[in-house]
């Protein structure tokens, strides 16, 4: 099977250009995120799916709600909770007054989906949710319908409450691209989204974003399709394979990233080196992007756990280990 042709010159400038001017506008509204916000952006450039997890009010709504603006696409918001279920999601067959079925589509037929405190949803909803997300479709009473061609679930969770909650199994874990993690912003920052509010920014208000529409669906698509053809060298493939592979016989880890890990680290790594205007891959950016990828598809062993040892913490002890091409 032939590799694709790679990109030009030009071609590398208006994708980086387009990929950064997306990136500032978020960056304009959402203050203080500046790691999750380029991890956000990676994810959508190489067609992947976000778990955001942060304590309540860190805007991982509206990140969200701002990417569909300057991307002019369909923002839908499905808030999870214990008695959802799929069809709630998915959508219905109808008796119309012929006596036929019409389907009437459900939340998930839109561009940008906001799945809020996905660990609250029983697992028949997940396993509905995790069809849409691997298949980009549904199937309701034996009929497949496909989904939006920009269709990518940012699903969201506390990490400090847990009544309530249905722990995500791995294998929906795996579905996401990466996992982005948003903390309280600094003081400056904090202060600047209060001198925002006083200038009359409303959350609630996307006519107060102040946000430009920067690409469309067509757009984004063939920012993608740049990704897909950004250079990897072979001994940058080698790299990104030993990586993960190292986590599966970790001492420290109980779980390992799976295969899906691997690909994905290998895109984003691409959507890296495109948002940095470059046409190949380096090794720095495979190393940056080890922790979103990686930290919700691993295990830390109990023990480790206990003693407050982080995914993250067990990654870089593996990066350190591995040797990077030169």
């Given at each position: ?26 960056g ?14 990676l ?10 997890e ?18 002019g ?42 799945g ?10 997940q396993?509905?949710?995790?069809e ?18 920009s ?45 925002r ?26 920012l993608?399709?740049?990704v ?12 990104v ?31 890296a080196?495109?948002?940095d ?37 067990a ?12």
């Amino acid at each position: 099977m032939g590799r694709t042709a790679p990109l030009s010159g030009d071609e590398v400038v208006a994708a980086s250009t387009l990929a950064r001017r997306l990136l500032e506008q978020l960056g304009r509204v959402v203050l203080g995120q500046d790691a999750a916000l380029r991890e956000v952006i990676l994810a959508l450039l190489a067609r992947g799916h976000v778990l955001l997890e942060g304590a309540p009010g860190t805007a991982k709504t509206l990140l969200v709600r701002v990417l569909s603006e300057s991307l002019g696409l369909e923002f839908r918001r499905i808030q999870f909770t214990p008695d959802l279920m799929p069809s709630d999601i998915t959508g219905v067959n109808l008796l119309t007054g012929s006596g036929d079925f019409s389907f009437r589509p459900g939340p998930l037929f839109g561009d940008l989906i906001l799945g809020d405190e996905i660990n609250r949803a029983p697992a028949k909803t997940q396993a509905a949710l995790l069809e849409a997300m691997q298949e980009r479709s549904v199937t309701v009473d034996g009929v497949s319908h496909p989904l939006s061609e920009s269709f990518t679930v940012f699903a969201t969770q506390n990490p400090i409450e847990f009544e309530g909650t249905y722990p995500l199994p791995e294998a929906e874990l795996d579905r996401f691209l990466v996992k982005c993690l948003l903390g309280y912003p600094s003081d400056e920052a904090e202060q600047g989204i209060l001198h925002r509010v006083l200038g009359g920014f409303d959350a609630a208000e996307p006519a107060s974003f102040g946000v430009e529409r920067v690409t469309d669906a067509r757009g984004l698509a063939q920012l993608r399709e740049a990704v897909r053809r950004v250079r990897v060298e072979d001994s940058l493939v080698g790299y990104v394979t030993a990586l993960v592979r190292a986590t599966r016989g970790a001492p420290s880890l109980t779980l390992g990233g799976s295969p899906r890990g691997s690909v994905g680290l290998l895109r984003l790594s691409q959507a890296a080196a495109l948002l940095d205007g470059r046409d190949f891959v380096i090794p720095d950016d495979v190393k940056g992007l080890v922790g979103p990828v990686l930290r919700h598809r691993i295990m830390v062993a109990p023990e480790l756990e206990l003693e407050g040892v982080t995914p993250d913490q067990a990654l870089r002890t593996i990066i350190d280990r591995i040797e990077a091409p030169r």
